[in-house]
């Protein structure tokens, strides 16, 4: 949500202009579950003869969105409450890639051959061309003034679960089992809350600038292969958190009746565990 001076949008000459509490709100909810499995399976019995089984499972999921609460070229008042300017973002990813191959080879002079391959993108904000935002803002020589409070806030909840499984039997004569788990994870964009070039002022509150994030990422990665004559296994995960948080004022005239406020904080967890095992 953005208030301007454009044209149906209050503009600092007419304004904006209340008894009671005055809120611009923005946010955004969004949540993706996924779930993906391929299996392949080839028996042979006949002599001479040879199995071979592949399986892949590839899954990608992307977040990208921007959220922002603006008060831009325009003039709020609030003469008996309070004013509060929010963006919030809360963004969920859960996926699951499971790919397994199974190849039995039962006959004389046969051999047989199994490989799974499963791997797992996830990535919220992870566009570098267009970054995903959560902001909060009073620009453009804009006048805000409340009663009773005055908050620019600014807050994202961020998490991205993984389970990525690869397996792969080969049994029988010459039986070689190949499995292999990968996946990458990232939690990126920017969270910020700030008022610039304008003025903010309340007469009995507390003026408050605040943007916080609460990020997590929990991801396992799994690859098992077994051969009668040969196996290998292969996993491995990446988990990364590259999100900016801040708060500030600038080039502005704060005035609080009460306390004035100004504080980014980040929470951010970031988990990535690996398994691999290959019998053969």
């Given amino acids: ?77 609030s003469t008996g409450g309070s004013v509060d300017l929010s963006a919030t973002s809360d963004n969920r990813v859960e996926a699951l ?25 996830n990535k919220i904000g992870g566009n570098a061309a267009t970054p995903q935002l959560t902001e909060a803002s009073i620009t453009g020589g804009s006048a805000v003034a409340a009663d009773t409070g005055l908050s620019v806030q600014a807050s994202d909840t961020s998490d991205i679960t993984a389970n990525v499984l690869g397996i ?27 008022v610039a070039d304008s003025t903010a002022r309340t007469t009995t509150g507390d003026l408050a600038i605040g943007a916080d994030a609460t990020q997590t990422i929990d991801v396992l990665s799994v690859a098992v292969a077994a051969g009668t004559s040969g196996a290998g296994a292969g996993a491995e995960a990446t988990a990364k958190i590259t999100n900016t948080v801040s708060a500030y004022a600038r080039s502005v ?21 690996t398994a691999g095992a290959g019998a053969g």
């Fill in 1 to 77: 949500l953005v208030l301007s001076s454009a044209p149906g949008v209050a503009s600092p000459a007419e304004g904006l202009r209340a008894g009671g509490d005055i809120t611009v709100t923005a946010s955004d909810v969004t949540g993706i579950k996924a779930g993906n499995v391929a299996a392949s399976v080839a028996i042979s019995i006949a002599g001479g003869g040879a199995s071979v089984a592949i399986a892949a499972s590839p899954a990608t999921n992307t977040i990208d969105d921007r959220v922002r609460a603006n008060v831009d070229a325009s003039s709020l008042t």
């Fill in 97 to 121: 890639s499971v790919a397994a191959a199974l190849a039995i080879s039962a006959g004389l002079y046969t051999g047989a051959a199994a490989g799974a391959g499963a791997t797992a993108t």
């Fill in 168 to 194: 792969a039997v080969a049994g029988g004569a010459g039986g070689v089992g190949v499995g292999v788990s990968t996946t990458l994870n990232e939690i990126g964009g920017l969270v910020t809350a700030y």
């Fill in 253 to 273: 005239a704060l005035t609080a009746g009460g306390q004035v406020r100004v504080a980014a904080d980040s929470d951010q967890t970031a988990t990535a565990d």
